[in-house]
């Protein structure tokens, strides 16, 4: 679909893409074609799409022979979709909110291939991203658009400025890849900044859910206050039990979170769930 026709079909439908929920429309049948192929997506998988919007990529991922579920929260959409019979046959198409949405349920009726393909909302990329990592069992992989600001983030390394809770909490589950970076001029309305297609695949060896959400308890403390050692960063996050645990692993207590390895935040998560030896006799004394 090009521009002029991402336009028309807007304006005679009275529609406008909403900045609250950052809709940036793909152009181009041919840019959708691309992303379906680097994707990896192939005949039979089942892919999960986020963010419908007009159907461009929808229509693509059915062209490569997928079956898809497509969620689109926007009401104004889906009428049009609906009504201007946008998509294939066989796509369905679930008018819903992605972050409250029950994916469990959709993702069982999609076969045992099952990857998510999104141009993913600005709106809801870091709670979605976060979300899909409880997910990951589900999927061979996933593949998003998000603005290059937030890809940097889920990229970037020890050291980084654009090193985050993020960032850990991904390069501990799954590997990224960015496969393309598109510019303003492949989307309508052009966007602000560049954008970036990750594609991310779940690591064999990861922390389980419940422990990655211990983590994550750590990493927010821990960058919620980025110009504050780890100590300080930690104590006014919340966690006050933290000195032990620092001791344990060896993690000096002035260092700051963008100095630390993903596999350090783990180590620290573990000790502050292991009593120090002191407390451990006081309570086999008490037993």
């Known amino acids: 679909m090009k ?15 909403s900045r609250d929920r950052g809709q940036n429309f793909l152009v181009g049948d041919s840019r959708a074609e691309h992303l379906v192929e680097l994707a990896g997506v192939e005949p039979g998988d089942g892919v999960l799409e986020v963010g419908t919007g007009l159907g461009i990529l929808t229509r693509a991922l059915v062209a490569r022979g997928a079956r898809v579920t497509s969620i689109e929260v926007d009401s104004g959409l889906v009428a049009v979709l609906r009504e201007e019979a946008l998509l294939p046959e066989g796509v369905e198409l679930v008018h819903a909110d ?14 045992p291939r099952r990857r998510l393909v999104a141009n993913l909302p600005y709106a809801i990329s870091g709670p979605f991203l976060r979300r899909l990592l409880d997910l990951r069992e589900w999927f061979v992989d996933w593949s998003v658009m998000l603005q290059r600001d937030v890809a ?5 390394g ?13 390069q501990l ?15 309508h309305p052009a966007p602000r900044v560049r954008s970036s297609f990750l594609r991310m695949r779940p690591l064999e060896t990861a922390p389980d859910n419940a422990e990655l959400a211990r983590v994550e ?26 000195a032990p645990a620092l001791r344990a692993v060896g993690v000096e207590p002035g260092v700051r979170a963008e100095r630390l390895a993903p596999a350090r935040f783990v180590a620290i998560a573990r000790a502050l ?8 006799g006081a309570q086999e004394g008490t037993s």
């Open 3 to 17: 521009r002029r026709e991402i336009r028309a079909l807007l304006a005679r439908r009275g529609l406008a893409p």
């Open 98 to 111: 992605a972050l409250r949405v029950d994916l469990g349920s959709l993702l069982e009726t999609l076969g």
């Open 173 to 187: 589950c799954v590997e990224v890849e960015r496969t393309w970076e598109l510019g303003p001029e492949c989307f």
């Open 273 to 280: 769930e292991t009593p120090p030896p002191s407390a451990a």
């Open 158 to 170: 020890p050291g980084s400025r654009d090193y985050t809770s993020l960032s850990v909490l991904h």
């Open 217 to 242: 308890r750590v990493t927010r403390a821990a960058f919620g206050a980025r110009r504050k050692t780890l100590a300080n960063a930690l104590r006014a996050g919340g966690i006050a039990d933290f």
């Open 152 to 156: 940097e983030r889920l990229l970037a």
